[in-house]
């Protein structure tokens, strides 16, 4: 079906020709007879008529819309081109019921475990003895954008995307451009339904086709090119990316129905019981969603296996991007029966394929100079394709990296993308090494600036010392704009340069002197653009004192020691006049003439401590922290410090890990929260961990706690804590909450 027709003057002519109720039941006409024709194209792939006669039935309608603009209503054929931009950011939309994350399985066996613990949470025999009434439906996982979609009446009224899993983006006017959702269901149900959106393989290569002509960055992937098309702020932009859906869960409006309702279990919209999922799938189908039609129901965990040996090829073939499958118990009450840990359920898992590797030929090793100066071996690959994507470069990461892979330019290697997302060199093809394969040997001057190449004592770290090296400035300021600094939205990378390049922007602190005329004379930039970033980057000055820190880029020195080296400053240096510059006067006190004072910083070691001494010795970096107090950056201190320096709260001296989605909470804000409450964020869990903070995605670090027997709480239970409302002092061996 071709894209939405122009108005055509004599239709127009035709229509205001026609009486009001006879406009009125030609419009209800036209509109069904499109509707069905989307029904019968997009959902059931079985189209009765043509194209040119689906332009005419449009074409009348938008005479008819035209003629008499009353009858316009949201949900008619025509307003799927797209509205009017979207001012700022998407409405917040609080899911009804949690949008539930899936536990994952890699391999054949994890599946198995999967199976024995759905049959011990049932009762029933462990394998391989039957399981008489447990089966298995086996769907394909979609890489799109998880959506709800609420219908009043058998009316779309809502669509969300899935957000943090309780708190989405109503980005309904997006959803309606995509013909494959339904306005209007089969029958007047109330009800919700949640999917997937994504972006066809053609499409993807159509709009990169284009870019590619236009000299314009090719997008990475289907995955994310989907889910950018679906956020954006002109609607009319979704509708000419060509989306579609494929939906697979069906929840019942039941107020006061309690889990069933979660489950679908009980009626929907009058319509019989629906008592299991691959009962739903049939339901929502007749209902006019598309539902993939590549679903196994009635398996037992041996054919379930099967199904995914048999895709893992298969799966290339496909028209749309997936990335393993999703196995579910299908009978509804035994889903009820196992529940849910941490708000992802005992009875779905899904299996992840094994990441792709191809061979491919290395033809060059190139060093690339970071924002710290460190020098990053990169492999220059012969563009291979895989997991779906061409692939020509790849991080070695450092010389020790490549030395212990034995990896060599000319090698024949082998090539997978970790997690099917970031490119990784595995391993060479020993047995292909041609004669002429040669080591790859680290510079001796900066490839960009020429000066010496330093490498750190006992560490594995090239870098180039030169703090003016244009390859390290742009990188430098590069983190100085993005979230973890201070998080100066609009300042990526194509505004980053041409700052650079005019000369605009030379320190951190230029940022802010930057002024709306400045930033307007830049390319692609309008009054209002200018002013927006000029908005944003005034809105940055109060930053958090630890993103501050984290902005300057120091070497050694990540998102954690920033907040370390915050929380240590201000009980050493308490917030008040003037503080940003008596911070940056005590650091280079300490640097030069006590740099062991370092070590006091909880986490600092000695080589961060010496990356410390020598950034705050030097007056060309130290300089930074007044140079951006004398434009007004005044930062926030953080939220509990003890006069000592020492830790206290409800937390104290306790290790947390925090693993999932925290409702209410970034990554960033929870593991903030476990150091203004006293503790230690960790990052695996272990006999030592005292805590763990669990939500939606928690995995293995999940499963891990449960084995140790170390309590476990959810994102309410994580606050009563944090906030002292949980004053029970039990974090270790207690019973989880989660």
Not at 284 to 307: C, H, R, S, T, Y
Not at 692 to 717: F, Q
Request: contains cysteine; charged residues 25%.
């Amino acid at each position: 079906m071709t894209e939405p027709l122009p108005v055509d003057p004599a239709l127009v002519t035709a229509a205001e020709a026609l009486t009001a109720d006879a406009a009125v039941a030609r419009h209800e006409d036209l509109a069904e007879q499109i509707r069905r024709a989307n029904r019968l194209y997009y959902v059931e792939d079985a189209p009765e008529i043509t194209d040119a006669d689906y332009d005419a039935l449009f074409r009348e309608l938008v005479a008819i819309e035209a003629a008499h603009p009353d009858l316009v209503t949201s949900d008619s054929p025509t307003q799927r081109v797209g509205g009017a931009p979207a001012g700022g950011r998407f409405p917040e939309v609080r899911h009804q019921r949690p949008m539930l994350s899936l536990a994952n399985a890699f391999s054949p066996d994890e599946l198995r475990a999967f199976d024995a613990r759905v049959r011990r949470g049932l009762g029933l025999p462990a394998a391989p003895e039957p399981a008489e009434g447990l089966t298995y439906v086996a769907e394909l996982k979609i890489d799109g954008l998880a959506i709800s979609l609420r219908y009043e009446r058998g009316r779309l009224t809502l669509g969300a995307t899935r957000g943090d899993g309780t708190t989405g983006e109503d980005v309904t006017p997006n959803l309606r451009t995509i013909r494959s959702i339904p306005e209007r269901l089969a029958e007047p149900a109330t009800l919700e339904a949640r999917g997937e959106v994504y972006m066809p393989k053609a499409e993807f290569a159509r709009i990169n086709a284009e870019r590619e002509e236009a000299d314009l960055p090719l997008y990475a992937n289907p995955r994310n090119s989907g889910a950018g098309s679906l956020r954006q702020k002109d609607a009319a932009v979704t509708a000419s990316r060509r989306l579609s859906t494929w939906v697979y869960q069906l929840l019942e409006d039941a107020p006061n129905a309690g889990q069933a309702a979660l489950f679908g279990e009980t009626a929907v919209g009058g319509a019989a019981t629906v008592s299991s999922q691959s009962g739903a799938l049939a339901r929502l189908k007749a209902l006019g969603f598309q539902v993939n039609p590549d679903v196994a129901p009635g398996l037992d965990i041996e054919g379930v296996i099967a199904f995914t040996d048999r895709w893992r090829e298969a799966r290339h073939d496909l028209p749309y991007e997936t990335d393993g499958v999703v196995v579910k118990v299908d009978r509804f009450d035994q889903q009820e029966r196992l529940g849910m840990v941490s708000r992802a359920p005992r009875w779905a898992i899904a299996y992840k394929f094994p990441p792709e590797q191809v061979e491919t030929l290395l033809e060059d090793i190139v060093p690339y100079v970071g924002r710290t100066g460190t020098l990053t071996p990169v492999a220059h690959l012969r563009p291979a394709k895989v997991a779906g994507s061409t692939v020509a470069r790849a991080t070695l990461h450092n010389l020790d990296e490549v030395r212990r892979k034995d990896i060599r330019i000319g090698d024949t290697v082998v090539l997978q993308k970790a997690g099917d997302v970031i490119p990784e060199v595995v391993r060479p093809v020993l047995d292909k090494r041609p004669p002429d394969a040669r080591e790859f040997q680290m510079p001796e001057a900066c490839p960009v600036c020429g000066t010496p190449v330093v490498r750190d004592e006992g560490a594995v770290r090239h870098y180039c010392p030169n703090p003016a090296c244009p390859a390290r400035v742009s990188q430098e300021f590069g983190h100085f704009v993005s979230r973890a600094g201070m998080d100066i939205e609009g300042a990526g990378w194509a505004v980053l340069s041409q700052l650079l390049q005019r000369g605009l922007v030379k320190t951190r602190s230029d940022f802010y002197r930057l002024t709306v005329d400045d930033l307007e004379s830049l390319e692609r930039f309008g009054r209002k653009s200018a002013e927006n970033l000029h908005t944003a980057i005034q809105r940055s000055r109060n930053r958090p004192l630890a993103r501050v820190i984290n902005g300057l880029g120091i070497p050694q020195v990540g998102e954690t020691t920033a907040i370390d080296l915050a929380r240590w400053v201000t009980a050493q240096v308490p917030p008040g006049e003037d503080w940003l510059p008596r911070i940056g006067a005590f650091l280079r006190q300490v640097a030069r003439e006590d740099p062991e004072r370092f070590a006091e910083v909880e986490g600092v070691g000695p080589t961060v401590s010496q990356a410390l001494a020598r950034w705050f010795a030097d007056d060309a970096t130290s300089r930074a922290l007044d140079e951006l107090a004398e434009v007004g950056v005044e930062p926030e201190a953080p939220a509990i410090v003890a006069a000592s320096g020492a830790a206290e709260g409800p937390l104290a001296g306790k290790t947390v890990v925090v693993t999932g989605s925290i409702e209410g909470f970034s990554r960033e804000e929870a593991e903030e929260a476990v150091r203004a409450a006293g503790g230690k964020p960790a990052g695996s869990v272990s006999k030592k961990t005292d805590l763990v903070v669990a939500g939606p995605g928690a995995g293995s670090k999940l499963a891990k706690a449960e084995d140790l027997g170390i309590r476990v709480v959810d994102a309410d239970g994580f606050r009563r804590i944090v906030t002292g409302e949980d004053a029970s002092g039990e974090t270790n061996g207690g019973a989880g909450s989660a």
